[in-house]
């Protein structure tokens, strides 16, 4: 009898895994990392001896992941596998009530590690180490064979506090024209030199006027802020024909359609974006004592042009909001007990309250599901999720959603404002909570509200 229910019950386990490998071949899963997903799996039951997988409640897939996120020798790769694993377990085998609704988005997408020259790592973090790695040949060329002249261009964009993002895009610029002219003493390159190049962009390349400027502004940047040379007559140049562009916009239905596509902190995330008018990373970098629950309003810290502002916090966000935060505290108090919980926090404020770091009014609203080690300094950290796992979010939500416009995570920025001067608010109230630093660049919305083009109605609809 004991043997015939060992035999039984070895059968049942032949079954179980018969059935995870073929749901493994279902969904397309290589040959060769099946054997990986198994071990994850083996793994999870193991750590839940005594409790069968249609009793699992999603606080023992939460509990599990969250430990795993803890330990820093797992790869991100690892770490999405194991997730991705129970995923396919439990949505698609094992199906209990919960699994089509939970939340398996976050553990996959939002366990990317920031990159070292990420904009909150490379402004908020040590300015000792002034530049971060780059595999691009031109730059790799222009760091190493022209050490002064970067470091010197690295310092004086530092010193004037300028934009992370503005710093890569000026030494993108810098090594093509370096490149168009041959590298030949760069140092020196004279104002018809820069023209030249500039009439390449538009005449050759077919450039628009924004990118022609950028380049532009590189130029003027290195030349005369860094080495201290007078480019007044570099304007005698070529232009780009104008191209004006205006900016997609989704009404209030496929705005709401949008938000009904999405799930759990990527759904709160873009309802905030909405709601609030922010940019993608003022909501990634978003933390605790940012948000005041009694005014209803965030202050957005550091934002284009490393200017401050407030905007209004949606009253429907509140519940989901407060939340976030005790998911976000009990995280971070699991992290502190585990002997992590430091933040990165900004540069000047690291030095004069180096202790704040491990309180919890600074940490991020939207915390990565795992640590990751800061290889600069060496210190674990938790940072807040990566920008592009809430982009790749919005673009599938616009997809499943069925919207036939380019939808981007800036598309709700711009929702924001039309909808806006649709209700009647002044232009220059919606500047003010945009950030906008010229009330031009906000009278673009002006193009799009309404009905109709300009808000003119067809003759067609009078026939």
Not at 151 to 162: D, E, N, P, Q, S
Not at 256 to 274: C, F, I, Q, V, W
Not at 398 to 404: F, L, M, Q, R
Request: net charge positive; with cysteine.
């Amino acid at each position: 009898m004991p043997d015939y229910n060992q035999n039984k019950h070895q059968q049942l386990v032949n079954q179980f895994w018969h059935n995870y490998l073929s749901v493994l071949e279902k969904h397309s899963i290589p040959v060769k990392v099946r054997s990986w997903y198994r071990k994850h799996v083996e793994e999870y039951i193991s750590a839940h001896h005594g409790v069968k997988l249609h009793q699992h409640l999603p606080q023992h897939i939460d509990e599990y992941l969250t430990a795993k996120g803890r330990m820093t020798s797992l790869h991100e790769w690892q770490f999405r596998q194991i997730a991705d694993a129970l995923r396919l377990l439990f949505k698609e085998q094992i199906k209990p009530n919960w699994a089509a609704d939970y939340d398996w988005y976050q553990w996959r997408a939002f366990a990317r590690e920031l990159e070292a020259d990420h904009p909150t790592l490379m402004r908020d973090g040590n300015p000792s180490i002034l530049v971060a790695p780059n595999n691009n040949p031109l730059i790799k060329k222009f760091r190493e064979d022209n050490a002064e002249l970067h470091l010197a261009f690295v310092k004086t964009i530092r010193v004037r506090g300028m934009a992370v993002t503005t710093e890569k895009t000026y030494e993108h610029w810098l090594v093509r024209f370096f490149q168009y002219h041959h590298w030949n003493d760069i140092a020196n390159l004279d104002l018809s030199a820069m023209s030249d190049y500039l009439d390449y962009l538009a005449l050759h390349r077919q450039v628009s006027p924004t990118t022609q400027k950028l380049a532009l502004n590189s130029l003027v940047f290195f030349y005369r802020e860094v080495l201290g040379k007078n480019v007044e007559g570099i304007y005698a140049y070529t232009r780009s024909p104008p191209k004006r562009r205006l900016p997609t916009v989704l009404s209030k239905n496929e705005t709401r359609l949008l938000l009904e596509a999405m799930t759990g902190r990527s759904k709160l995330m873009a309802s905030l974006m909405y709601g609030t008018g922010m940019r993608v990373m003022e909501c990634v970098r978003l933390r605790v004592q940012d948000i005041d629950f009694d005014y209803c309003q965030i202050t957005v810290h550091a934002g284009k042009g490393n200017k401050d502002r407030v905007v209004p916090l949606p009253a429907k966000l509140i519940p989901d909001l407060k939340l976030m935060l005790e998911e976000a505290k009990a995280l971070h108090e699991g992290d502190l007990a585990a002997g992590h919980g430091e933040v990165i926090l900004p540069a000047a404020l690291a030095r004069k309250l180096g202790k704040a770091a491990k309180t919890f009014k600074w940490q991020y609203v939207f915390p990565s599901t795992r640590l990751a080690i800061d290889y600069r300094t060496g210190v674990i950290r938790r940072h807040h999720i990566h920008q592009t796992s809430l982009q790749k979010a919005i673009r599938k939500a616009s997809k499943d959603a069925g919207i036939d416009k380019r939808v981007t995570s800036h598309t709700l920025r711009h929702s924001f404002a039309t909808h806006l001067l649709e209700s009647g608010k002044d232009i220059r109230l919606i500047q003010e909570l945009l950030g906008h630093a010229d009330l031009e660049t906000t009278m673009i919305y002006t193009h799009v509200i309404g009905k109709g083009g300009l808000a003119v109605p067809s003759p067609f609809d009078a026939l």
